[in-house]
């Protein structure tokens, strides 16, 4: 599965539970299902948490420190998400 982040609420999400291809594509900001108006709520697979501390690779995706065994060759990790400046 591959997760990403939520360009409004900051939280991690996958992109096979929200419209991640679909927005994409059309070049629309990368939304939750929470946050996507077209979903409306929260999808319920996984708890709904910030994607502070997760690394991101070349495409935007992110990973866990704890899976980064699993990563394919290909992925390289060009950042790690910083604490969410919108809050407080
Ligand atoms: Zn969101």
């Not at 939280?11 to 419209?19: F, P, Q, R």
């Not at 502070?52 to 980064?68: E, V, Y």
């Amino acid at each position: 599965m591959s997760l990403y982040r939520c360009s409004a609420c900051g939280c991690v999400e996958n992109t096979a539970l929200a419209n991640y291809w679909q927005r994409k594509m059309d070049q629309q900001p990368l939304l939750c299902s929470a946050c996507d108006p077209e979903i409306g709520v929260w999808h319920g697979q996984f708890t709904q948490r910030s994607a502070t501390g997760m690394l991101i690779d070349g495409r935007g995706l992110l990973w866990h420190p704890m899976t980064l065994m699993s990563m394919p060759a290909h992925a390289t990790i060009v950042g790690i998400v910083q604490e969410d400046a919108q809050k407080g």
